[in-house]
């Protein structure tokens, strides 16, 4: 499968702007948007011209409001638990891309697509947002992986409130239980994401990429494991040419020109 229907993607200097887009269903995920989801943000991974991804919901009404429901309704339940794999696959991918990812998340981000935000590194969100986990209403759970990550974001009992009662919040409500990271008026939302993704671009690519893996894999660890596992990230840092760029440029008081080598 590859992408350009329901999923787009353009690049331009270094950034990968991806936009779910099948406005007319709020950006619900069926199975092939879910396709081409992962087959943009792979290549997106893959293409050395990039260096930051941003996912978005194609216009002004929602990110995405979850998988689809119309889809969902007809399925067996063995086809009902090949779609949530398939989900919990592409988000998976999401989060173990080595390159940065930034939710930019401009409407409805309920069910799925709040599953979707918390796959991404950082989320920023439209003041008007509206986050939620509202698949008790339908009789199933979050499938997507949002009953381990929404507890691992917010901590166990807001999680159980959020899921329990299917309630929608605020992008304010959300920032303020860690969920979104920031929260800008809605002309500001990519706007302010390409400059948190220009500032990460200035950086040195391993060291960004090292960080990544080391609190993506180390939550997943004993404390004692994960600091070992941060001290082999540091070490392959340490081994890069950045790094004597990095140290050199500042001690001569100058910018660094990171090669990402
Ligand atoms: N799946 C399929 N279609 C959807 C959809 C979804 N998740 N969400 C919205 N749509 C469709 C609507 O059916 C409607 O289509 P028609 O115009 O053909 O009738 C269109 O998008 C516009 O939606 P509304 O008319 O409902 O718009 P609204 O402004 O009145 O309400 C809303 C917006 C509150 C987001 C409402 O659409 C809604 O509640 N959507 C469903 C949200 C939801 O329950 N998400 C969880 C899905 S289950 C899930 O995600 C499981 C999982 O974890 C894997």
């Known amino acids: 499968m590859t992408y350009g229907t329901n999923v787009t993607m353009t690049n331009e200097d270094g950034l990968a702007l991806i936009t779910v887009n099948r406005p007319q269903a709020l950006n619900a995920l069926n199975c092939d948007t879910l396709e081409e989801l992962r087959a943009a943000v792979l290549a997106a991974d893959k293409d050395p011209a990039v260096r930051v991804i941003i996912i978005t919901g194609a216009g002004a009404k929602a990110f995405v409001a979850g998988a689809d429901i119309a889809q969902m309704r007809g399925l067996s339940p063995l086809e009902g638990r090949d779609m949530t794999i398939l989900g ?6 999401i989060e173990n891309l080595a390159k940065p990812v930034i939710a930019a998340i401009n409407g409805f981000a309920l069910g799925g697509g709040c599953e979707l935000a918390m796959a991404c590194d950082i989320r920023v969100a439209a003041a008007t947002a509206k986050f939620g986990q509202p698949e008790v209403n339908l009789g199933i759970i979050p499938g997507f992986g949002g009953t381990q990550r929404l507890s691992r974001l917010i901590g166990k009992g807001r999680a159980k409130y959020c899921i329990f009662t299917g309630r929608m919040m605020s992008a304010q409500e959300a920032y303020q239980l860690g969920l979104a990271d920031k929260v800008v008026e809605p002309d500001e939302l990519l706007p302010v994401c390409r400059e948190i993704a220009a500032t990460i671009m200035s950086k040195a690519p391993v060291a ?17 494991s994960a600091v070992a596992y941060e001290a082999e990230a540091y070490t392959t840092c340490f081994a890069t040419a950045d790094r004597v760029e990095g140290m050199t440029a500042f001690l001569e008081k100058r910018p660094a020109a990171f090669a990402g080598k």
């Open 208 to 224: 960004v990429m090292m960080a990544k893996k080391a609190i993506n894999h180390g939550l997943d660890m004993d404390l004692g």
């Open 88 to 93: 919990q696959e592409v988000f998976a991918a």
